[in-house]
């Protein structure tokens, strides 16, 4: 079955740096666009990046554009969000989430910036 795993999230300084980590098993996983969302709490769900199959098309919210960095290892099913100058308005639970014949999400990982 498919199964999406986040991890690397934690509590960081305003200023500093994560590196989250979606593992992915159960499909073809090089075949499927990665989705990153978070959700802060009283807020929206909000969709922060994509990544195609391939890896050669990235997109970014405009919240994170320049700070986040996503990149995939095709061979290690896995997808990767660097980010880097974390404020405290990216404190929010991080998902996964891939479109398959319905839409499969990770468990989430907390990210809290704060002093």
């Known amino acids: 079955q498919v199964q999406l795993v986040e991890s690397g999230g934690g509590l960081v300084q305003p200023g500093g740096s994560l590196r989250l980590s979606c593992a992915a098993s159960?499909?073809?996983?090089?075949?499927?666009?990665v989705n990153w969302y978070r959700q802060a709490p009283g807020k929206e769900r909000e969709l922060v990046a994509t990544?195609?199959?391939?890896?050669?098309?990235?997109n970014y919210a405009n919240s994170v554009k320049g700070r986040f960095t996503l990149s995939r290892d095709n061979a290690k099913s896995t997808v990767y969000l660097q980010m880097n100058s974390l404020t405290p308005e990216d404190t929010a639970v991080y998902y996964c989430?891939?479109?398959?014949?319905?839409?499969?999400w990770g468990q989430g990982t907390q990210v809290t910036v704060s002093s």
């Open positions: 989430m891939v479109i398959g014949s319905r839409d499969y």
């Open positions: 159960g499909f073809t996983f090089s075949r499927y666009a």
């Open positions: 990544i195609t199959g391939a890896g050669s098309s990235i």
